[in-house]
């Protein structure tokens, strides 16, 4: 006979409110095999822990019940607190009152009724629970970090500098991602390209830093701790040993008007090419799309200038496998681009916006490449029309954001101090112009922030209009905004020599696709998501693999930074440890009844399943059975439901476990 | 039920010439593969102890291929020899096997659920006019009037994917797809009618599980129906154990029968149980247009998962 204790909790009042708590624990306490029943206000306290420690060893119990809150909450906690009076923690199941009790119910004499039932349940389960051994598997110290923007760099180093070595993967031939990009970053104006390319230097030059950039990410297998990630090395067709980054085959290539996405058009670069000066690494990509020797055969210079002979046209994509132990995603961001609707998505355009039809209506971010000092107007602010000085600049905030008829309802969280410090740009550079700027609201919560935006407004008078613009469109040389004053409750109309749209911050094309092959879960957005908004920030539900920067969601640099941290933090957390310990909560195989029909194997969706043989003494193979690898199952029990002969269960929820549990309802 | 009996229509003599040519192929070819070495054994059809009757046979000696024959009595699905149910079958080696259309497809099946592999296995396709259903005299020719049930709604006249195929399809009469017309009397009434059917068909069941044994898919060592710790089905026949067997059977059969109707052949109470196959079976067309045994899949639908997977069942 079983010797079980039931501990039925008050959680205060919130099961006490609705539940007879005195009840259901007399009434447990009359079921066979139920040694002690009895009740306590707060079974999660310091007191009500030992209270269960002290009745283990009282009443010799060999299975406890506690009938509180769901076992995603405190499982582990009562767990604990069993392993430490001697008993196995997984002889220890919680009875879920509150949740699926107390709290949705009213009729205090049905939730009573409905909580024994509860209980008596996880009674008949705790009693066929098998004492069970946790599993550990060893842990590669070695982690991968996506995207080499300010998040990447930042993890990276973090992890780096702690001892462990980092594989750093960027989609683009340099990293550096959208940092590199901006011209002065609020709010203290100091120079991007400052900061960053420091830090750009420190990953080449790290010992503990392997980085592939001009690289994607083909697959990932395995789980925390043993990851087998293959990398997509795309071909550069430029060696990367033998290339010095001397630059003559950029200078020689006759192909020169190629426009350049880091400079988002504005200006133009050769087809072979690193994409900013500061590039790391300094070797150029060659961009076979646009590449006469590609395209036709003919040219070639490239390679006859290069003095190593470091050009290559005839290399290959490399895939290579590398194991990892911890993953942290940092892919960041892109704008949207409102002229037209992306396909197959929900999110509607903004073509009575003009943005690609109106050339001098700009994104925020090719107003960086204007303003920067190594853009391509070195740093004035020029239109792209004419080239001509703007002397009226129109600014729209929210184009994209906060916009629920159109698709996207959050804050880009960046563009109200972005656009403040392009008006302080605009006006430090243009000292006659003026800046107008359409908002809804000023959102600067964040350090210094507030000052920074009231600066823009008080002393440097940029003009701010409360309400949104309606239409936009070409007239002459200029463009006419038209839109809304709400604060005072008139129509606008600005006529403007530059338009610059704060568009909204999405997340890369392809996380979704990206994000199905790490198996992490991702918002409608496809933003990805962390395990918990507030308590688990960084991690994702996924073990192992750890969120930073904008593809979480839309950040500015300090929280990326800081978020890049926490998420090494968390990777080194975990490098701490020789070895993992994962709970036994598992499929086993019964191999005796196992037909081999491998359905189990097409079901699992941890790729736990393979195939084993059995042989005899002198080697022959007698039959061939599934095993399921525990350091791999994540305790699903697809497996169990699918397996026609039921030949593999899940410890902790057997059939047997299951089908008492049915009986005694 | 299974009744060919059911003299639906005048019998019209159906053209049994080819049965003579595909017997000879057999013969020839069985001899060949077993003379070679390519096969160490035969699974096919001999002379049975009475007149007009065969039964299934397994031929080592070349000089023994002789006595391979194919007619309407044909009725066995050999697949079943070649699972974990014929252990002794499947040690000999490579194993050559004949195959009508229909069994043609529980071959098919077995490749995708690991069972065999088409390399261990050498394919004596033939075409096929059809078998006798139960109640046919054996002295009997084939005709329009005691085909079975199934036949008459075949497209798998001729196989594919076989080593050879032997002999060539005559054309057939108009066959009164007397299945199909039971199929949708049965789908016109309100599931409470349906449900009674079902209940009064299922009653007469004695558990004797010969469906279970001559259908090439169950293969299970241990049924899960004869498990007692716990118990899922209760193992008497009575009313509610009969009719939890019958449910998982054609659960477990879903997305995999592929309707050689053997499991109702051999019942001795006549339950219609191929309905209730070629009912799961529609319903896989209807939800994911799929159907068991067209081709070796390594997955069917309902073991994986797709986004746009219809989910309109789901209420």
């Known amino acids: 006979m079983s010797r079980i204790g039931v501990f039925v909790c008050h959680c205060g009042e919130n099961i006490s409110r609705t539940v007879d708590v005195e009840r259901v624990a007399a009434e447990i306490g009359k079921l066979p095999g139920v040694a002690l029943a009895t009740d306590y206000k707060y079974m999660c306290s310091d007191p009500g822990q030992g209270l269960l420690k002290k009745a283990i060893a009282e009443h010799r119990l060999d299975g406890l019940v506690v009938a509180a809150c769901s076992p995603r909450m405190h499982e582990k906690t009562f767990r604990n607190a069993a392993k430490a009076a001697g008993l196995n923690p997984f002889l220890c199941e919680m009875a879920n009152i509150r949740e699926h009790c107390s709290w949705v119910h009213e009729d205090r004499e049905e939730a009573t009724a409905k909580a024994i039932d509860i209980v008596r349940l996880m009674v008949e389960r705790v009693k066929k629970d ?37 594989l ?134 490239c390679a006859k200038v290069c003095g190593p002979g470091a050009v290559d ?170 839109g809304s004053d709400i604060s005072v409750g008139v129509q606008v109309e600005i006529e403007a020599d530059l338009v610059v749209l704060a568009t909204a911050v999405q997340p890369r094309q392809g996380a979704d696709a990206l994000a199905q092959k790490l198996g992490i879960s991702y918002d409608t957005y496809n933003f990805y998501s962390e395990a918990h908004a507030k308590l688990k920030p960084v991690e994702c539900a996924t073990a192992g693999i750890y969120l930073a920067g904008a593809c979480q969601g ?25 070895q993992l310990e994962r709970e036994p909560i598992v499929a086993r195989v019964n191999e005796r009844n196992c037909v081999a029909c491998f359905y189990c194997k097409k079901v699992c969706p941890y790729g736990a399943v393979e195939e084993k043989e059995i042989r005899d003494r002198q080697g022959n193979l007698v039959r061939v059975v599934a095993y399921v690898n525990p350091g791999v199952c994540g305790g699903c029990g697809t497996c169990q439901a699918t397996c026609p002969s039921k030949s593999v269960e899940l410890e902790g929820y057997t059939d047997e476990q299951v089908m008492a549990m049915i009986e005694a309802l | 039920m299974n009744s060919t009996a059911q003299k639906l229509e005048t019998s019209t003599p159906i053209d049994t010439s080819c049965y003579a040519d595909v017997t000879d192929a057999i013969r020839k070819e069985a001899a060949r593969i077993l003379a070679d070495g390519t096969v160490t054994a035969v699974v096919g059809y001999k002379a049975g102890r009475r007149a007009g009757t065969t039964m299934p046979a397994i031929v080592t000696d070349p000089a023994e291929a002789g006595g391979l024959i194919f007619s309407p009595a044909c009725v066995n699905n ?25 069994d043609m497809r529980a071959l098919a099946g077995l490749m995708g659920e690991s069972q065999i592999k088409r390399e261990e296995i050498f394919i004596i396709g033939v075409v096929c006019a059809g078998v006798k259903g139960s109640g046919a005299v054996n002295s009997e020719p084939l005709t329009t009037g005691n085909l079975a049930r199934k036949c008459r709604e075949c497209t798998v006249r001729t196989p594919e994917g076989a080593d050879l195929v032997a002999g060539t399809m005559p054309s057939l009469p108009e066959l009164t797809p007397v299945e199909a017309l039971e199929m949708a009397r049965l789908e016109a009434m309100t599931p409470a009618e349906r449900w009674a ?71 001795p109470m006549e339950i219609p149980l191929n309905l209730l196959n070629r009912k799961m079976a529609l319903e896989m067309k209807e939800l994911y247009g799929f159907e068991a045994g067209l081709a070796p899949q390594e997955k069917g639908p309902l073991s994986s998962y797709k986004e746009d997977d219809d989910q309109s069942f789901i209420k």
């Not at chain 1, 960041?332 to 609707?341: A, D, S």
């Not at chain 1, 073509?351 to 107007?377: K, N």
């Not at chain 1, 839309?554 to 020789?578: G, N």
């Open chain 1, 130 to 166: 098998k004492a069970l051994q946790p599993i550990t598997v060893p842990i590669t110290k070695r982690a991968l970090v996506i995207g080499g923007g300010i998040a990447g760099i930042q993890a990276a180093l973090d992890i780096a500098d702690c001892g462990h070595q980092v």
């Open chain 1, 168 to 301: 750093l993967v960027e989609r683009e031939p340099s990293i550096g991602g959208h940092m590199a990009q901006l011209s002065e970053t609020f709010p203290t104006l100091d120079c991007s390209q400052c900061i960053m390319t420091p830090k750009m230097v420190d990953v080449a030059n790290h010992p503990n830093i392997t980085l592939h950039t001009w690289s994607e990410i083909e697959n990932v297998d395995g789980y925390i701790g043993n990851f087998q990630v293959t990398i997509r090395k795309k071909a550069r067709s430029v060696d990367m040993d033998k290339c010095t980054g001397c630059g003559v085959c950029m200078a020689k290539c006759p192909q020169k008007k190629i426009k350049s996405t880091f400079d988002r058009g504005l200006g133009t670069r050769p087809a072979i090419y690193v994409p900013f000066p500061q590039a790391v690494p300094n070797t150029p990509v060659i961009d076979r799309e646009n590449c006469t020797y590609f395209k036709s055969g003919k040219c070639g210079v």
């Open chain 1, 313 to 482: 046209y005839d290399q290959q994509d490399e895939l290579i496998t590398e194991p990892v132990g911890a993953i942290v995603v940092a892919t960041g961001f892109e704008l949207y681009t409102i002229n037209e609707k992306p396909k197959g998505s929900p999110i509607k355009g903004y073509g009575e916006f003009g943005h690609g039809t109106i050339p001098d209506v700009i994104d925020g971010m090719t107003f960086e490449r204007l303003a920067s000092a190594s853009g391509p107007t070195g740093g004035k602010i020029l239109r792209p029309s004419d080239g001509r000085e703007p002397k009226q600049v129109v600014f729209v905030q929210c184009v994209g954001s906060r916009a629920r008829e159109k698709g996207i309802s959050y804050c880009s969280k960046v563009c109200c101090m972005y656009t403040a410090k392009h008006t302080m740009l605009y006006k430090h550079k243009v000292h006659d112009g003026q800046a107008y700027v359409f908002f809804m609201d000023a959102r600067t919560p964040g350090k210094s922030y507030d000052e920074f935006w009231r600066r823009a407004v008080e002393e440097e008078e940029a003009v701010y209009i409360r309400g949104m613009v309606s239409r936009l469109y070409q007239k002459g040389d200029k463009i006419v905004v038209m």
């Open chain 1, 554 to 578: 839309p950040k500015d640099i300090p929280d990326t930074v800081s978020q890049a941290s926490a998420a090494a933090a968390k990777v080194m957390t975990l490098f701490s440890r020789d």
């Open chain 2, 78 to 102: 050999l697949a079943l020899y070649l699972t974990k149910a014929k252990k002794d079958v499947v040690k000999k080696g490579r194993i050559a096997i004949v195959a009508k259309g229909c």
């Open chain 2, 197 to 267: 059917f079902w209940k009064e068909q299922f009653s007469r069941c004695v558990r004797c599980m010969a469906c279970r044994q001559v259908c090439p898919f169950c293969y299970c060592e241990q049924c899960l129906c004869d498990k007692n710790r716990p118990q899922a089905v209760e193992s008497t026949p009575r009313p509610a154990g009969n009719m939890a067997w019958h449910i998982v059977r054609a659960m477990h059969l879903a997305g995999r029968c592929a309707g050689c109707a053997e499991c109702e052949r051999v019942c």
